[in-house]
């Protein structure tokens, strides 16, 4: 049996479609359950930035969750396989007015994503005061809070919706398939086997 951690929302409920697909039957978690068995697998239901703690201790030997949030954690996990959804980007915003410029002697930056935007200022040599936020992150530069924002942008309509706009994007990212390192040698044959059914299921779909 191979367990798969799943993350709550839309990535979630995309990759439950999938597995339907595969087993060609229909089947969702419970109201507020948390795990569900269906055709040989055991899928658990836990908060997007918590998939890869699951993946990587080996509570869970497969797990589908965003590129942004893999490299947000970096656990040392197994990228088996890019499933095309949840596809956004990771972006630099700033008022709608402003132009992007980095001339000053340093800028405050908001963020949830506080190691990627670490990575992408340090590699530029940009000097920046991280200030970590969990929510609502569109608001820091409307209050005086920060000079810019490191977010995810799915439509853009949240930050037009806030007199902000994308400046420039950091990364893309969209749900991938992971596996634990263990897991993935251990189980090999039948991870690599669902892989191929998830493969072929997104190519016909
Ligand atoms: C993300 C992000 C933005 C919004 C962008 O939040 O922080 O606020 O989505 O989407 P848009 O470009 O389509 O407007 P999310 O809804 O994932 O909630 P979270 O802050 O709880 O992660």
Do not use: W
Not at 87 to 92: G, Y
Not at 158 to 171: C, E, S, V, Y
Not at 173 to 178: E, F, Q
């Amino acid at each position: 049996m191979l367990t798969i951690a799943l993350p709550k929302g839309r990535i979630g409920d995309d990759s439950l479609a999938l597995f339907e697909k595969i087993l060609d039957r229909t089947f969702r978690f419970g109201e507020r359950k948390l795990i569900l068995e269906e055709g040989g697998f055991r899928f658990l239901r836990v908060r997007n930035q918590d998939v890869p703690t699951y993946v990587f201790h080996q509570a869970a030997d497969l797990g589908v969750v965003g590129l942004d949030v893999l490299e947000e954690g970096g656990l040392d996990l197994v990228r088996l396989l890019d499933l095309g959804f949840g596809r956004c980007s990771v972006s630099i915003g700033i008022k709608e007015e402003e132009t992007l410029d980095f001339s000053k002697p340093s800028y405050r930056v908001a963020t949830k994503m506080e190691n990627i935007t670490r990575k992408f200022f340090s590699q530029k040599a940009i000097p920046v005061e991280i200030i970590k936020l969990y929510g609502s992150i569109e608001l820091a530069p409307l209050v005086g809070l920060a000079d810019m924002i490191v977010d995810i942008v799915e439509t853009g309509e949240t930050m037009r919706q806030n007199g902000l706009k994308p400046a420039l994007d950091i990364m893309q990212s969209s749900a991938y398939l992971i596996a634990n390192k263990n897991s993935f040698f251990a189980k090999k044959d039948e991870v690599l086997d669902l892989r191929s059914k998830l493969e072929e299921a997104l190519g016909g779909s």
